[in-house]
């Protein structure tokens, strides 16, 4: 028997991402590791709250969380000394539940994700996926996080601090060039618009059609993994409308 090819490396696989995905994504449907790709993105988040924290202070974002219509009516019903117990206890607790967010929040996400990916790919286009492949293409789709949160840090050093976006850091979406006063639904869904979150798209498509195979076209694959995105994108638009 002729010696099975060992396959690419982690390192190949990390820069293969960005520069040959269909033989990356190929790779990784075959051998579905998730974890350095997984530690990677949790590292880039951290790194991005902790510069924003100690850079700019978790008292500006909150400050702007209170600049919306809902939230100041809540403040006039407090007494000053109420309002500055309460974002005081806000600046303590809000950098351990982005911190908690990044470590905990993200693996979370990425598994129901998968979830949800794998039941229409495998249950409904009856592509004959593997959850664990699924949920290995959406860990190293993920890796644009890693350009994006660079990005972001390097923002933070160079823009104003009153003017940084903690949610929006970049202008790589319709909403960087709105007001983030106005209307909460229109604004959310332009930010569901953002080019990053659009490439992690596009590879897990790519990641979807390597792991399928003939059995589903990229047209597809694509079609699988915007849908749920569509609908979850529309549904944080309305709350965010509703709750404004």
Sequence with gaps: MEPQPAGMGEFSRLTGVFFEP?????????????????????????????????????????????????????????????????????????????????????????????????????GLMSAGVKFKQIFAIECYAALTALVSKVLAIVVIFLKDPEQFNLMNPLAFNPAAFMDPKGPKFIYTLAMGLDLFTIWALILTAIGLKAAAGKRLSFGGAFFAVCLPYAVLLLLGASLAGAFS
């Design 22 to 122: 269909s033989k990356t994504f190929a790779d990784v449907a075959e051998r579905p590791r998730w974890l350095v790709p997984l530690l990677l993105v949790i590292v880039a988040s951290l790194a991005y709250f902790v510069t924003y924290g100690q850079k700019i202070g978790w008292a500006s974002f909150i400050q702007q969380q209170m600049d919306t219509p809902r939230a100041q009516q809540q403040m006039e019903r407090l007494s000053p000394e109420q309002r500055q117990q309460q974002m005081a206890i806000q600046a303590k607790f809000m950098p351990v539940i982005y911190y908690a967010g990044a470590v905990v929040g993200t693996p979370i996400a990425y598994l129901f994700s998968s979830l949800i990916l794998w039941g229409i790919a495998s």
